[in-house]
Nanobody, 127 residues
Framework: QVQVVEESGGGSVQPGGSLRLFCTASERIYSSYAMGWFRQAPGKEREFVAASSWSGATTNVADSVKDRFTIGRLGVTNTIYLQMDNLKPDDTGVYYC???????????????????WGQGTQVTVSS
């Protein structure tokens, strides 16, 4: 089975610390992608975190983390990152990357996921 989307960069950090997650989408399916991040805390539903248009020119970040998280893209590539600063214990969870063709950004920016999911990367914020 082809893994279209792959995350990296999770780990454990103390409250107030920072982490940067990365996600790369394979060019085997599309040459460019709208991409985004979702997260799922223990016992909770998966929730939208942030999204990037295929070029990175347009982004959207959930209001709940907008003052602490930043989404970016490495040039005009299929690699995005999520910079997470001033992390809190409530940020603990599995972070998933999501991707789909460029037109999907119109839905992804409102939290409606596209077709391809990564396997997720664990983020733990604890003292």
């Amino acid at each position: 089975q082809v893994q279209v989307v792959e995350e990296s960069g999770g780990g454990s950090v103390q409250p107030g610390g920072s982490l940067r997650l990365f996600c790369t989408a394979s060019e085997r399916i599309y040459s460019s992608y709208a991409m985004g991040w979702f997260r799922q805390a223990p016992g909770k539903e998966r929730e939208f975190v942030a999204a990037s248009s295929w070029s990175g020119a347009t982004t959207n970040v959930a209001d709940s983390v907008k003052d602490r998280f930043t989404i970016g893209r490495l040039g005009v590539t299929n690699t995005i990152y999520l910079q997470m600063d001033n992390l809190k214990p409530d940020d603990t969870g599995v972070y998933y990357c999501n991707a789909d063709q460029p037109d999907a950004y119109d839905k992804l920016r409102f939290g409606l996921p596209g077709s391809f999911w990564g396997q997720g990367t664990q983020v733990t914020v604890s003292s």
